[in-house]
């Protein structure tokens, strides 16, 4: 009878709280079983902190205050202090045992972090700087990538060049990849001599030499790899005899027969005395029927007997090192077309080796401008950034004119062909260019803004991070790196 009396006042409560309550732990239960949720034990500390007890309690009061305003009441862990301080620091241990189950979807939203980050922990990934969202490290491999092509974008002064030596200096001590640097402003060599890489020289007044007529075995993925040297004379030869419409086809006959003839006693026995120079095609242009012939004979003349003869010689330097810096500021107008061409050229060569050994190349042309204006170093850069993926090559291009990069149709496959893109402060006009083609977001615009130097977004594969590398000035090597003309002279001093 007594029971009976009890179960009735039970009976009689449970409509208005415990109904209630079992239907919350009803649908909990359900969201357990069926949504993949989780339930947790969750502690939340605000840590407050202040310089006096008087800055202190304005600052609790401030945060109480916030807390209310969303519904939310912070309670003060008076005589808990202490361990209310160790347990926010991370030490993973929790000293405060107010605690409340939360499922999965309703913790998550303590834990912030949901900003995408770049970080790739493989044996060959390389810093690029921090994450501007987070600072947590930026570590990536290139050559994970679709496709490894690169671009270095900015205004003058951003830090182009001094984020490719830093990409160099620590490929270099990361990977075993080789590096090939084409330098028109000749400031790579204090880097590339540190890392005991050889530098050369190309100038007229230069005793090192490059040959431009070198030939490897590999050096066309086809059975014939004179094909394509015949492909790289007669590009260097249209630069020579110039002209609007360049080469005529009887030309083009003439130079492509005297190819193959050059090349035959290499062939044959292949050691570098019969490596042919330009003075070979010279003399057996001379000996060809054709008139045509003596006139592109004529015009490579000066090149071979002439002022200009600086790559009439067989290669005299280390070409082989595993990182090599092509100089040519010295060349003058005349010369620098056909000195960026070569050195494509040799760039091609070192790369077709490379592939045969399984191994990467990595190549980086600064002033990428100076490349794309003329026709024939053009076609060449298009050439590389369609096919040296395949060979293992890695070319990064650094400029501070993208309307250049996207003045042809040609041309701007390059920046389509480029899955890695760093890119620094841009100038008003490029930024617009930039934001329509790379569908950039106007407040991911706002890090290419004015941005200081060694700041900027960066596009890896389908990923855009904004990113700040400030490199401490104090280091040896920022000296070596470093093109600002006062730090230099500093640095020049204290050798
Ligand atoms: N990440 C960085 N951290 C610190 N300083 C930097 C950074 N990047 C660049 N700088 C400073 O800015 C200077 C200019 O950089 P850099 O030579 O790379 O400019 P650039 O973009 O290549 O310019 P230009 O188009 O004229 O060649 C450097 O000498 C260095 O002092
Ligand atoms: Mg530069």
């Excluded at 035959?264 to 050691?271: A, H």
Aim: proline residues 4%; glycine residues 6%.
């Amino acid at each position: 009878e007594k029971s009976e009396i009890i179960s009735k006042v039970y009976l009689s409560l449970l409509p208005s709280d415990l109904a209630t309550y079992g239907r919350d732990a009803k649908a909990l239960l359900k969201e357990l079983q069926s949504q993949n949720e989780r339930m947790f034990l969750v502690t939340f500390l605000v840590l407050n902190t202040g310089k006096t007890e008087q800055e202190l309690e304005t600052n609790v009061f401030q945060a109480v205050s916030i807390a209310q305003k969303h519904n939310c009441e912070l309670c003060r862990l008076d005589f808990q202090q202490e361990q209310g301080l160790m347990s926010s620091l991370p030490l993973a241990d929790c000293q405060i045992e107010i605690q409340r189950g939360l499922t999965t979807s309703s913790t998550a939203i303590f834990v912030p972090f949901t900003t995408q980050e770049l970080f790739d922990n493989g044996k060959e990934s390389l810093y690029y700087g921090l994450n501007a969202l987070s600072n947590n490290l930026i570590m990536v491999d290139r050559k994970k990538l679709k496709n490894p092509n690169g671009l270095i974008l900015g205004t003058p002064g951003s830090g182009k060049s001094f984020s490719a030596k830093r990409e160099i200096c620590n490929a270099f001590l990361v990977t075993d990849d080789d590096i090939i640097i084409c330098d028109p402003e000749c400031e790579y060599a204090p880097l590339v001599e540190r890392l005991h890489g050889q530098v050369i020289h190309i100038s007229p007044a230069s005793t090192q030499y490059i040959n431009p007529m070198d030939i490897n075995s590999n050096y066309s993925e086809e059975d014939n790899p004179l094909a394509l040297k015949a492909d790289f004379v007669l590009s260097l030869c249209e630069l020579v005899v110039g002209g609007k419409e360049g080469l005529q086809p009887v030309e083009k006959t003439v130079i492509d027969r005297c190819v193959h003839v050059i090349y035959r006693k290499y062939f044959e026995n292949p050691t570098p005395e019969n490596m042919p120079l330009l003075e070979d095609l010279y003399n057996a242009l001379l000996t060809q029927d054709e008139p045509e012939a003596r006139h592109v004979a004529a015009a490579l003349e000066i090149y071979v007997k002439g002022s200009l003869n600086i790559f009439n010689h067989h290669t005299n330097v280390d070409i082989n090192n595993r990182i090599v810096c092509f100089d040519i500021k010295q060349l003058g107008k005349q010369l620098k077309k056909l000195g960026m061409l070569i050195v494509q050229d040799a760039v091609w060569g070192r790369v077709t080796a490379n592939r045969s050994a399984g191994k990467s190349t990595r190549y980086y042309a600064d002033e990428f401008h100076l490349l794309l204006k003329e026709e024939q170093t053009a076609a060449y850069s298009v050439e590389i950034w369609k096919r040296f993926r395949k060979w293992g090559g890695i070319p990064t291009a650094l400029t501070q004119n993208v309307k250049d990069l996207l003045a042809s149709p040609e041309v701007s496959n390059i920046f389509e062909n480029s899955d890695f893109v760093y890119m620094l402060n841009q100038a008003n006009g490029d930024r617009q260019i930039l934001a329509k083609q790379l569908n950039i977001s106007p407040h991911q615009l706002s890090y290419v803004t004015h941005s200081g130097e060694g700041e900027g977004l960066l596009f890896f594969g389908n990923v855009i991070l904004p990113f700040v590398d400030h490199f401490p000035k104090d280091l040896e090597l920022y000296r070596i790196l470093t093109t600002r003309l006062s730090e230099v002279a500093e640095a020049q001093k204290h050798e």
